[in-house]
Each structure stands twice: as structure tokens, then as C-alpha cells.
């Protein structure tokens, strides 16, 4: 089973869409067309597992059910087992944490019982970068695969997994410079898709790093049982989104934001507004999409077709816990969550931050 990310207003993917809300919110959200599929509920409340963590951002597991965890302030990879034990993997040098940036993505490669890599994401003193390690009783042989992804106070993108295909997929953002997202050549605002060296993977569109264009902050990416990619995007002010990506798909910002009626951009098949949602970590399982919210305080889950549209998504955790960030699934099929109340937006709480455990079926 596996995980994945959603949110509230929904849009088939292909539909007719209204032109996109201004900034100030003057237009009225088309109406959305939802597929004719249930979300299948949690087994139970989540549970604590680990606690007195450091705004997690990212959780990647290791092939025996451990996962590597990143702290974006600290630099800090951690070691979670799934009965709740925690260490310090090592700090990852040359993180520069400011603002948003920090060590963000971590993912775990999918031969790594044959070349034991690791990969992570974060912000150095001059831009973002993806840096491979070896990874066997510690961390060693530091590999700078890609460098020169630009770098900012804000939307620094930053997740990390490996797709379906065996490469590794990069989101970025275009930290406040709204033109880098149409820039081909530029690394900001798009997701990347690469080898285990960094270099450009076979099929791209653009015989280049970039796979999709036209992105404002993806922090999340998932894939669900029929290989469909989804992505995760922070809008402005009016509308986050979900994402069905395809290669070479321009997402439309600066341009827009929700969804338009110009043919030159992909709409979403998820929009919410950004107080409900504000989507960080992704994952799919069961069915459904699995979003992390960070404003919006809650878990969406949204199910989704093997055609790649969406149901009615459900909020699930409002308030309850805070602040979320990270959502992954463990190789046992259970939804591994992080809350991020002590990244300097949240209210923090006893035990704060924490990875939780939601049961699925």
C-alpha cells in the first residue's frame, strides 16, 4: 500500500474550468465534478510514536521499516524504528537553515540493499542542493549530484522520492521570484527528474533536469497503484492545489492560480482555499491521496481513480494535532505524519514536534 495528498474543492482533470481567481479572491470557484468513489476511513485514532522532535520535514524508509528522518533547523537525519526508538544518524554538513530553507527531502534509494544510498535535499549557503550519501553505520562519501536550484527565505520546494520508474523525482520552488517558474532554464519552480548522479533521465520532455513547469512550491509528491503522478502546490492567496503531473505539463504560475480556461496550462484536479490547506508531505494508501496541511491544521484525504481524478476529500484531525508536515507510507502499510508546531508559525505543544502513526487498511 502506499500514500498520497488532497484537498477541498475538487476538479476532474479535463473538465471545463472557470478562468482562475485574482489575488484578491474577486471570482467565483467553478464548480468542482467529483468522481464517483468513497475514501475508505482510519482504522483508529493516530497514535504518538515518537515525540520532542525538531519541525520534521521529511520521512523516507529504509527497507526494513526504519525511517530516516529530516529536521530542517537542526540538520539533524534521524533514525525511527516503528516501536518508537530514536537516533542520530549524523547532522548533514552544510545546511543553511533560514526562513524555509533548511534540510528538507530524504529519500532512500530503491537498490539500497545493493548500493546502500541515500539522497537529501537542502539549502546551502548559495543554493539548494541534492547530495547523495552511502549510508551503513553511519553516513559517508558525500556526493553533490545536483547544484545551483535557487535558493530563498521562501518556497524553497524540497521534497524528494523515488517514482515507480526507478528515478528520483526533485520538487522546487521559485522562492519568490515568480518568473523562474516559466523559465525552462531555469532549476526554480518545477519538479526535477533525475539518475542516481544527478544527471538528466532518460525521456525527460525537455532533455533536461526539468519533468513539469510552471510550479509555485511543490512540497509534496506522491504516486498512486496505477503510476499516476500527484503533486502538492502552495498558492497565493486564493487556492491551493492538487496536481495530476505529466511530463512536460506547465502548471500555469505566475500566470495562474486555481484553475484558467487557457489551454496552455494543466489545471488541478484539487482546489482549496489556502486557510484550509497551505499542503506540505504527500502519500497515497487504500485508495487515497494524503495531505499533510499546515495552515488548514488537518490531514486531507482524498480518494482518487486509476484514471487520476478525485472524490469528495475529507478532513480528517482538524485541529487536533497542530500544524502537519510530513505524510509517508511504512512498508507495512500504516501512514507515518509529522506535525511542524515549532517551525515559527505553529502554537506549540507538550511534546511537540512528533510523528504520528494512522492506522489503514
Avoid at 499533510?292 to 487520476?308: F, I, S
Wanted: net charge negative.
Amino acid at each position: 500500500m502506499k500514500l498520497g495528498w488532497i484537498g477541498a474543492a475538487v476538479l476532474v482533470a479535463g473538465c471545463s474550468a472557470a478562468p482562475a481567481v485574482d489575488s484578491a479572491g474577486g471570482a467565483d470557484a467553478p464548480t468542482p465534478t467529483l468522481a464517483s468513489v468513497t475514501p475508505v476511513a482510519p482504522k483508529g485514532a493516530p497514535q504518538t510514536l515518537v515525540q520532542g522532535l525538531e519541525v520534521p520535514w521529511a520521512i523516507a524508509f529504509l527497507p526494513g521499516g526504519d525511517a530516516l528522518v529530516t529536521e530542517r533547523d537542526t540538520g539533524r537525519l534521524l533514525r525511527v524504528t516503528p516501536q518508537g526508538g530514536s537516533s542520530e544518524v549524523g547532522v548533514i554538513e552544510g545546511v543553511s537553515a533560514a526562513g524555509e530553507g533548511g534540510l528538507l527531502g530524504v529519500a532512500v534509494s530503491p537498490t539500497f540493499g545493493e548500493d546502500h544510498n541515500i539522497f537529501v535535499y537542502f539549502t546551502a549557503d548559495a543554493d539548494n542542493r541534492i547530495v547523495r550519501y552511502s549510508y551503513d553505520q553511519g553516513l559517508r562519501d558525500p556526493v553533490a549530484i545536483v547544484t545551483g536550484i535557487p535558493k530563498g527565505g521562501i518556497h524553497n520546494g524540497g521534497r524528494l522520492a523515488f517514482g515507480p520508474d526507478g528515478f528520483l523525482y526533485a520538487s522546487t520552488g521559485e522562492v519568490g521570484e515568480r518568473g523562474l517558474s516559466q523559465d525552462k532554464g531555469s532549476l526554480g519552480g518545477k519538479i526535477l527528474r533525475m539518475t542516481m548522479d544527478g544527471t538528466t533521465a532518460p525521456g525527460n520532455p525537455f532533455g533536461t533536469l526539468v519533468w513539469s513547469l510552471g510550479h509555485r512550491n511543490v512540497q509534496g509528491i506522491a504516486w498512486d497503484d496505477a503510476r499516476n503522478m500527484y503533486a502538492t502546490e502552495f498558492g497565493q492567496n486564493t487556492y491551493d492545489e492538487i496536481n495530476l503531473i505529466k511530463a512536460g505539463g506547465n502548471y500555469g504560475w505566475p500566470e495562474v492560480e486555481g484553475v484558467s480556461d487557457d489551454d496552455r496550462y494543466i489545471n488541478p484536479i484539487v482546489t482549496w482555499s489556502t486557510d484550509e490547506a497551505s499542503p506540505s508531505g504527500l502519500a497515497y494508501a487504500d485508495g487515497s491521496l494524503w495531505a499533510a496541511a499546515l495552515r488548514g491544521e488537518r490531514l486531507w484525504q482524498v480518494p482518487v481513480t486509476d484514471a487520476g481524478t478525485a472524490g469528495k476529500p475529507v478532513a480528517r484531525y482538524e485541529g487536533e494535532f497542530g500544524r502537519m508536515r510530513a505524510a509517508a507510507t511504512a512498508p507495512n502499510g500504516l501512514l507515518w505524519a509529522s506535525t511542524s508546531n515549532l517551525d515559527g508559525r505553529g502554537s506549540p505543544r507538550e511534546g511537540d514536534d512528533r510523528i504520528l502513526i494512522i492506522p489503514t487498511d
